[in-house]
């Protein structure tokens, strides 16, 4: 009635691993308890896991933190706006004074750290190797890895200034003069930290080219001049830089004493034009090592252009230390033509040099293909606006130079960003021009070496000849 049970070979799928009971089944029984595990294999590896499930997308978390970005924004000016409505009207722009010169430098900076992610976006999008330009290796960060530090820099400044306010505002005033203090701390504590978090070798990096830049003993690269001219950008955020680090040394902070002239961290100490001159004398030094190394005639134009900025700067600080009658007929006549000469020579030079426009003509040659056909490069509006607008912002910059002028700060912080929004989109074409030169002198280098190596098959196919 019932067939005689077949033996499964000893090589049969169907057996347990070796040290299990033996196994003899029918066939037909195994295979289709086979198909049966093999089906409930493949529903259990085609229904999603329950931790997969309950994942998030993507796109929820990113608006998610929007929201919680929007909320914390919001609260930091309802707290803050309420702070500064609980102080008297006569104390009430001084001290807003003050918490501006803690943290304008800082909200600077921050605008600089989005800045720079914006270039590197455009730069990763276009031909542009930007890592080449800058001699980067493998660990560089990205535009997003940059934007990340943006979005803490972003939280974490705000955060302490609307503390700031808050404590001062309901009498904390020791509590309220150690935000400033803590945060300036914990930034130059996170530079130098020597362990490797917080990208280490993108901290080492920065340091050792502000040190290159500050000492410029060696040949100078294209990231030393490069920064540089950023930071000639960055005068006005230095200059605040000092003058907050002065006051915390000399323990003034959260008061309302630095306005006199004769105070130790005031508005008419020498060094105010000291600090505001001193990336451009780091960067016309670095002119004269390179026309040293170089011998280009070049390098000494260029230096000439920085030096034209040393007039601007002392003779504006003249005014707090010359009568009025010889300011009105005899220093401010010099200071606004030593504004307009710096003002042009460096429009001019922003043009003809570090963009290489040569006169405006590349402007109406972009129907043919080039390195300045992506993107925003080769359209013809784009160049007229950075022309013009370059052109406007050079001559508002003397502004932030003149420490005589600088009384409103709102009027200097609208300043301030406006040139650092116009030193970042310099940026976009002077690494533009740079790569144009790297990839013309690569291309140079391989039509030498196949011009010799064209020479070299002539002269050995004429000795074979004769």
Sequence with gaps: MFENPATVPSNSPHLRKSGSKSVFSDLGVSEVLGSISDMG??????????????????????????????????CCCKIGWDSVM?????????????????????????????????????FSQGSVNYAKVFDLDQNHLSHREIWKCGMWMTIIVPTSMTAYLYLYSHGEVSLAASQPVLLYLAIALVLIFPFDIFYLSTRYFLLRTLWRIAVPLQSITFPDFFL?????????????????????????VATIAWFEA??????????????LVFPYICRLMQCVRQYKDTKEKSALLNALKYSTAVPVIFLSALKYHVLPESWTSFYRPLWLFSSVVNSLYSFYWDVTRDWDLSGFTKIFKFSRPSYLSNLLYGRQWVYFWVIGSNLV????????????????????????ALEILRRFQWVFFRVENEWNKITKSSLQHQLGDISLEQEKLLSSAANLHV
């Excluded at 000639?232 to 003034?252: F, G, I, N, P, Y």
Aim: hydrophobic share 50%; proline share 4%.
């Design 262 to 275: 004769d105070s130790v961290c005031g508005s008419h100490q020498i060094a105010i034009p000291l600090v």
């Design 228 to 252: 540089a001219d950023i930071l000639t950008s960055m005068a006005k955020v230095l200059s605040d830089l000092e003058r907050s680090v002065c006051r915390m040394v000399h323990r003034q």
């Design 86 to 122: 609980r102080m008297s009207v006569d104390l009430r722009d001084l001290f807003l004074y003050e918490v501006f010169l803690y943290y304008n430098p800082l909200l600077l900076v921050t605008m600089v750290v989005w800045l720079w992610g914006a270039n590197l976006w455009v």
């Design 393 to 416: 912002l050079r001559c508002t910059w003397t502004y932030k130079l003149s420490a005589h002028l600088r009384h409103n700060y709102i009027t200097v912080f609208t300043v301030s």
């Design 41 to 74: 294999d493949l529903k259990s590896s085609s229904s999603p896991r329950p931790g997969t499930m309950m994942a998030p997308s993507p796109i929820f978390l990113w608006r998610f933190k929007v929201l919680l970005f929007l909320l914390w924004s919001l």
